[in-house]
Antibody, heavy 121, light 113 residues
Framework: QVQLTQSGPEVKKPGASVKVSCKASGYTFTDHGVTWVRQAPGQGLEWVGWTTAYNDNIKYSQKLQGRVTMTTDTSTSTAYMELRSLRSDDTAVYYC??????????????WGQGTLVTVSS | DVVMTQSPLSLAVTLGQPASISCRSSQSLVYSDGNNYLHWFQQRPGQSPRRLLYMVSKRDSGVPDRFSGSGSGTDFTLKISRVEAEDVGIYYC??????????FGQGTKLEIK
C-alpha cells in the first residue's frame, strides 16, 4: 500500500533551518510528483511547493521563494523540504503529498502523517 | 493567485440529515482542456487531510456514495446526503487549474448537532 512517512517533530529557533523528509513506499516513486502543504495551528492549508520525483522541475510558493528548497533522492524514494531563516509564523504542520494521475488532475491522492515544525526562541 | 471562498465556514447538522458546502473561485476553473481542476479534501480531527473527490465529482476509492460534488466555472458544491458521525471534520476545496500555486478554500467545519 502507498505510504508517505515523514520525519519527526522539530523545534527550531528563529533564524535557523529545518529539513523535513518524506519517504515513499508502495509505489514507483519516479511516477509521481510531490507537493508540500503546510498548516499553521488552527488554520487552513497552504501550498508550499511542488517537485517532480526527479527534481528536474520545481515550483515554489512566491511567499517562501528564496527560503525554501525541495529536493529528492530517487535511490531512497525520499523527498525533502528545507526551510531556512525560520520565523515564528513558519510554525506549522508540514505535509508531503503525492500527486495523482493526470486523469485525477494531479491532485493529492496520498498524504504523509505530517511533521510539526515549531519555531520558538 | 486564485482565491477560493467557502461557505458556510461552519455548520452543525443532525445525524441523517443532508449537508451542503459551497466553494466559489475568483476566476473560472475551466482549463483549456475543458476540465475543472477542483478537488475536495476532508480532514478529520487529529488526522492528515484525505482526498474525497477529484475533478469536481469523482469519488476516491472508499469514499461513501453519500458524498457528491457538482459545479463548473466558479461555483462548486459538496453535498453529503445523510450525515454520519464519521463525517465530522473540516472540508476544503482546492483548485489546480491556475497552478502554481494550488489554492485552498478556508475550510468548512462540520459538526453534529
Amino acid at each position: 500500500q502507498v505510504q508517505l512517512t515523514q520525519s519527526g517533530p522539530e523545534v527550531k529557533k528563529p533564524g535557523a533551518s529545518v529539513k523535513v523528509s518524506c519517504k515513499a513506499s508502495g509505489y514507483t516513486f519516479t511516477d509521481h510528483g510531490v507537493t508540500w502543504v503546510r498548516q499553521a495551528p488552527g488554520q487552513g492549508l497552504e501550498w508550499v511547493g511542488w517537485t517532480t520525483a526527479y527534481n528536474d522541475n520545481i515550483k515554489y510558493s512566491q511567499k517562501l521563494q528564496g527560503r525554501v528548497t525541495m529536493t529528492t533522492d530517487t535511490s531512497t524514494s525520499t523527498a525533502y523540504m528545507e526551510l531556512r531563516s525560520l520565523r515564528s509564523d513558519d510554525t506549522a504542520v508540514y505535509y508531503c503529498t503525492r500527486g495523482g494521475s493526470p486523469s485525477e488532475g494531479y491532485s493529492y491522492d496520498y498524504w504523509g502523517q505530517g511533521t510539526l515544525v515549531t519555531v520558538s526562541s | 493567485d486564485v482565491v477560493m471562498t467557502q461557505s458556510p465556514l461552519s455548520l452543525a447538522v443532525t445525524l441523517g440529515q443532508p449537508a451542503s458546502i459551497s466553494c466559489r473561485s475568483s476566476q473560472s476553473l475551466v482549463y483549456s482542456d475543458g476540465n475543472n481542476y477542483l478537488h475536495w479534501f476532508q480532514q478529520r480531527p487529529g488526522q492528515s487531510p484525505r482526498r474525497l473527490l477529484y475533478m469536481v465529482s469523482k469519488r476516491d476509492s472508499g469514499v461513501p456514495d453519500r458524498f457528491s460534488g457538482s459545479g463548473s466555472g466558479t461555483d462548486f458544491t459538496l453535498k453529503i446526503s445523510r450525515v454520519e458521525a464519521e463525517d465530522v471534520g473540516i472540508y476544503y476545496c482546492m483548485q489546480g487549474t491556475h497552478w502554481p500555486p494550488d489554492t485552498f478554500g478556508q475550510g468548512t467545519k462540520l459538526e453534529i448537532k
